[in-house]
């Protein structure tokens, strides 16, 4: 199969081959089914020949937007810009019912494709290889805590962002990752009904 | 190098070859790199021959256990009796102090080797591996959402052991697996005193 390649900007040069249709659409298609093979088949089962088969394009075209599987895995492995702002507007919401806005948002989270695939692809890949795994670290530590803990005053707030840090992973795992039952098939409004005096609790009662 | 070999039951037939030494204390050796393989390396890089290379046997030896590493991973994922009777033993305590004893049990859990050795094998291939992840649902479903629910006398029992799962799978994900700060260094006091509240209320809150 001949491909004609032009680099990611858009540029081409002299000899080089240009991929058919719109570069955009087509790395993301790429990108798309990395997620879907990385949280299906893990890592060790996901290759860059795979994920051309699934897209239905050449291996060579693969490579030319991600030159390692490292580098795909990077690439789909990086939560959208909106995911981390939609928690910091939630820790915005008045602090009484911050807990409530905090549940939904996880619920609101992982409702939308784009961002429940890069955080499933995180977790599947996370708890396994140390890549990941240190990205999900710098992922929690970086983003999360400091998003969460950003509206709270006390000196250990990020204490009381990393016991919130680890219902909310607890239940992405077991309803969203897993689907153990019954969690994975509860209504959202009786889930955000458990968590939000949870969350609450964490953000507000007095620490040990 | 000449390994003699015996069955695993301690018989040998004429012209097999026998292990060195107990062959228990072999299997022990050759399961807790396997766990600290796979725990760190992930099953992508985990192979019997490395195995072989880290207890310093050949790896003739390891086949001769474990005749696949698809096998291998099944004897080192399966919890020791020991935890589930600890759960259930937690559910015996008084339902009001029962929060609180099934917090000092997670605590408890992951201070034993060889518990924490076996649920971080699980923990860290679950999320990734389809083989590993069906057995941590299985573990959650058949064994964990039973013991913990086994005290509860109302229908919805199911739900307040999976919220409680949740929270313990997130803390140990996040204290013990990922290791993120502050909760990675938390005294376990603290961590007991913090958590207690959440599953009790799990345990016996009004469900939604």
Known sequence: ?????????????????????????????????????FAERGWAGTSLRGIARDVGVDAALVHYYFSSKEALLDAVT??????????????????????EAVARNLVWTWSQPEIRDVLSSILQTAAHEARTREKLRQLVTLSLLPAIAAKLDDDERLVRASMISSQLVGVAMLRYILQVEPLASLPDEDLVALLAPTIQRYLTDPLP
């Not at 990086?78 to 807990?99: D, K, M, V």
């Open 1 to 37: 199969m001949k491909i004609d390649m032009a680099a990611p900007d858009g540029s081409s040069k002299e000899g080089s081959r240009r991929p058919k249709g719109d570069p955009g659409v087509t790395r993301e298609r790429i990108e798309r089914a990395a997620r879907a093979s």
């Open 78 to 99: 990086t939560p959208p810009p909106e995911w981390l702002e939609s928690i910091r507007r939630t820790n915005s919401a008045p602090p009484r019912g911050r807990g």
